[in-house]
Structures are given as C-alpha cells and as structure tokens.
C-alpha cells in the first residue's frame, strides 16, 4: 500500500505541473515529448546502464511495448483536443474513467475478487469522479457553435470517447503486461522502451506542428519536460511494481485514480486556492468512502 501512496504522490506531483504549464506559457507538447526522452534517460540512469538498446527487438513485450507507446501519445492529443472542444471538467471525467476497463477486465477474465463491498466501492469511485469533477462554474459542454453541420456535432464527441478508449488502453495494457507475465516490475527496460517508442511518435507530432505553425522547442519548454519526466517514469514503475507485489488490478486502479483526484484537490486547495464547492465535498466523502469500501472487499 506504501507503494501505492508513492504512486498517487508522484501522480499528484504530474498534476500540478500540468497546472503550471499555462502559467509559464509552456507548450504542451513539445514539453511532453522532452518527458518521454527523459523517463527513458531516468530508467538508464537507475539501472546504471541503457535501457533502450536494439535487444529491444526480441523481447516477447515489444509489441506491446510499441503499441502503448503510441497509445500514450494519440491519447494525450486527444485528450488536448477534448479540453479545447468541451472544457477541462468532460476531459477528465472521460480521463479518470478508465479505472474501469482494467478493474473489470481483472474481474472478469483473471477471477479478482468481486464482493459486494468491492463493487460498491468501484461504483462509487466512478460516481465521486464525475461529481468532484462537475463544477457549477464547468457544468456545460463547451462546442463550437459554429460547426456546419449537425454531422460535425456529433462526430466531435469522438473526441472524448477516444480519450476514454485511450486512457482504457494505456491502463489496461501495462496490466495486461504483468498479469501474463511479459514485463515485470523489475523490467526497466520494458518501461524505457515503451516512453522511448511515445517519445519517437510524439517527434512526428511535433514535426507536423511545426509545417503547420511553425512552432520549435523553446529552453522552457525543455526545463518542463525534465519536470514531467522524472516523476513520469517513477508513477509508471511503482503501479507495475504495486501490480507485481500481487495486489488485485480491480483494487489498485480505482485507489490510483480516485486517490489521484482527492490528493490533486486538495494540494490545488493549497497551493491554487481553489475553492471547495457543495459537489466537491461530496465527491470527496464519496471519494474517501469507495477506498475503503474497495479496502474491505
């Protein structure tokens, strides 16, 4: 459970980077793309040696290795689209639901444990998610309304669907990959691999970016990067290391991510002085309530 803590900490951590980025006028992607570089320089510094080498291409997790990569960067755009389509509340609710595809995955298919107090507390930790993220100032979906069609209406929601299936994929592959056993916690080289192969994708985007506005990587932007990689590489390694220890996917998820949000809320009370509304506080009991509720079972 320390482990755990250490994650959602360091998660936390990412968090409120991301809240700074706006602030110094950071570009996003470019300061993501230094991340991942750096979460594959932080993995060969803790193992005293590269991690990336050119073995890489016989290793039974290559592929998977190769397909959450890419799956990290198409996720985080279309996560940075969502956002500026309907606003930061839907982005993270359809962000933070993705607890749900590995918990019930494990449940269904690997035989978790599945009490009534587990349920429960999964159900309510889906529940606390959209009301803490639901704010009266955020309650409305934000499109543009000068669309040409209703056609283009509707295929804007796949925006957010596709972060949904996005962030369902990235969390259930790197659950997928310790439960069958093709990458362990103690496999830095897997984790290396896998930012370096989301660091190579992210290039085409920035290269794309930069044909179509002109736009390069600025000292800052770098300096951000290092920021958000350290910590990245270290949430990564410590939920597959939690993963490894034998705690139950359909606990640790949802601890994860309700614990990401409760945690990031109140070091946002702290440090943005962001207000606690009536929904807040009821997410936040509901939030604290469904840990132990998921504890129990």
Known sequence: MLLLLICILFNSYISIVFKLFAKFNIRVLQAIVVNYFVCALTASIVIGKPAVTIDALDKDWFVAALLIGLSFVITFNLFAQTVQKFGVVLGSIFQKMSLIAPTLAAIIYFNDSAGIFKIAGIIMAVASILV???????????????????????????????????????DGGLWYVNQTGLASSLDIDFIATLFFFAGCFGVLFVLFDYLKNKTTFRKKDIVAGFALGIPNFFSIWLLLKVLANGMEASVVFPINNVGILITTAILGLIFFSEKFNTQKIIGFLMAILAIILIALG
């Not at 993220?133 to 499109?143: A, G, K, R, Y």
């Open 132 to 170: 803490m993220s639901m704010t009266s100032s955020e309650s409305q979906v934000v499109i543009n309304h000068t669309a040409p069609s209703k056609r283009t209406n509707s295929l804007i929601w796949l925006l957010p669907v596709g972060t949904f299936i996005g962030s369902c994929f990235v």
